[in-house]
């Protein structure tokens, strides 16, 4: 029996992004295209089969403006380009060299911003990243005491801006794509930063890499291998956290702290991740997570706040809040409202709405004795409520309707003429309140 290559090929290639990554004949194709070795086998490889498979295909090339040569980059890309008859879009960015993420970090991520900004609706952005990349990558995870989402490093197919991101070459390694690229009497381009040993990437590959090759022969297949394997198990995590969000999470953004305390601590902790990321952050540091956890296990712990640089974790009586980090207001705030248009309130991250109702909320007749103001708490209001003789005071009531501290200090009043007329959506004060069968108006306080 004929042994099948497995060897870099443009067939292989199609077959990966049809079948692994489900690339569908006539979709439209988006490269990364720096000119260099890897890019420029990806972009042939493609250029030959894009007719054959309907596929639309289009180079962009983000000069960084960081290398000498960076002029001579372009003009290469442009020419390959050419001989190839693939368009090309150039874009030219501008990189803080002092930025505290360091270079590297600062221009992938003004890069991708670019890819993304280009990315229509329903197109795919493909990077021309390998299996050795991949290996380096999951080195760099294991250094920086990452866990398995971390180590999982690249995927292979993931949502992008308004499209997907595929890196179709993970299963090939760059000697493949380098014989490929001579056999075909290829040219790149060397970017000169890539024999720099100050970068950390850079040191891996020159000087680490080759002793583990030494004794392992395969070590870069063998780490690409182990990183799916860390894809694997961070997707079954990423089920369970969400299975066990269904049952745990009964409000937006809120856990239940009676109902998942009764959880291992390897299940909570991934709980808390999961729940972190669904709702958009990225999740805090290790020691921000055992925080949650220690105060989620504390039978005393009635407020906590626990803060990183994405979000906050508040608990609260019997449950942790979510909420993005939360600044400082002034309760100097007072601001006329027309009743009518959305309201917002700076730096609250809430919003005040209205919705005409009948026999609740606001009297439209208590509505007109005056201009209508929003103020938020300075301590010492009070409201009477309807049927009652007598006042509360606003903390009070804050209280025995269990308003989490940080928000009371952003709750918006409705003063009428200078007036307290209503609190939120929670109360209306008389003698603003309206009468059974009386038309009215209704507050709605929502996060925007």
């Known amino acids: 029996m004929k042994k099948t290559s497995t060897h870099f090929s443009p067939s292989r290639l199609t077959r990966i992004l049809i079948d692994n990554l489900g690339i569908q004949q ?4 988006k490269l990364g295209f720096s000119g260099g070795l890897d890019s420029h086998v990806l972009l042939h490889a493609l250029a030959g089969q894009s007719q054959r498979y309907g596929w639309s295909i289009q180079a962009i090339h983000i000069n960084h403006g960081l290398s000498d040569q960076a002029e001579f980059w372009e003009q290469h890309c442009q020419s390959v380009c050419q001989l190839l008859e693939v368009p090309l879009t150039i874009r030219r960015i501008q990189v803080d060299k002092n930025s505290p993420d360091g270079i590297e970090a600062e221009a992938r991520k003004k890069r991708y911003a670019c890819f993304e900004e280009l990315l229509e609706p329903g197109e795919v952005l493909l990077t021309a990243h390998h299996q050795n990349d991949q290996a380096e990558t999951l080195l760099l995870q294991m250094l920086r005491g990452a866990g398995i989402k971390g180590m999982a490093s690249m995927s292979a197919m993931k949502p ?3 499209g997907h991101h595929a890196r179709p070459l993970l299963p090939f390694s760059r000697a ?37 090759e030494q ?15 860390m894809a694997d198990a961070s997707e079954l995590l990423e089920q369970l956290g969400r299975q066990d969000l269904l049952i745990y999470q009964i409000q937006p953004r809120q856990l239940v702290v009676s ?22 952050y990225r999740p805090p540091a290790s020691h921000h997570i055992n925080e949650i956890v220690a105060c989620i296990r504390a039978p005393d712990c009635r407020h906590r706040e626990i803060r990183w640089s994405e979000a906050e974790v508040h608990r609260y009586r019997d449950r942790l809040y979510l909420t993005p980090v939360l600044k400082r207001i002034s309760p100097e705030t007072c601001l006329s409202w027309d009743l009518e248009s959305p309201l917002s309130i700076a730096d609250t991250g809430y919003q005040l709405m209205t919705q005409i109702t009948v026999g609740g909320g606001l009297s439209r007749k208590g509505l007109n004795k005056g201009p209508a103001q929003v103020r938020l708490r300075r301590g010492g209001e009070s409201c009477r ?12 009531l804050l209280q025995e309707q269990g308003i989490p501290p940080w928000q009371r200090s952003r709750l918006p009043l409705l003063y009428i003429d200078g007036e307290l007329a209503a609190i939120a959506d929670l109360w209306v004060c008389e003698p603003f309140a309206a009468k059974p069968d009386e038309p009215g108006i209704r507050l709605i306080w929502q996060q925007r």
């Not at 006539?26 to 194709?29: R, V």
């Not at 290829?186 to 080759?210: A, C, G, H, I, Q």
């Not at 409520?385 to 009070?396: A, C, D, E, M, S």
């Open 176 to 212: 493949e794509l380098q014989c490929y690229a001579e056999h075909h009497q290829l040219t790149w381009v060397e970017d000169d930063s890539n024999t720099d040993s100050r970068y950390r990437r850079n040191f891996l590959r020159k000087r680490l890499m080759p002793v583990l």
């Open 160 to 162: 992008c801006a308004r």
């Open 215 to 229: 004794c392992w022969p395969e070590t870069a297949k063998v780490l690409a291998r182990t990183a799916a394997h």
């Open 259 to 280: 109902a998942i305390s009764g959880l291992p601590d390897s299940r909570l902790r991934n709980l808390i991740r999961v729940w972190i990321t669904v709702w958009g």
């Open 385 to 396: 409520l309807p049927g009652r003789t007598f006042h509360h005071k606003l903390k009070n």
């Open 26 to 29: 006539g979709a439209h194709l």
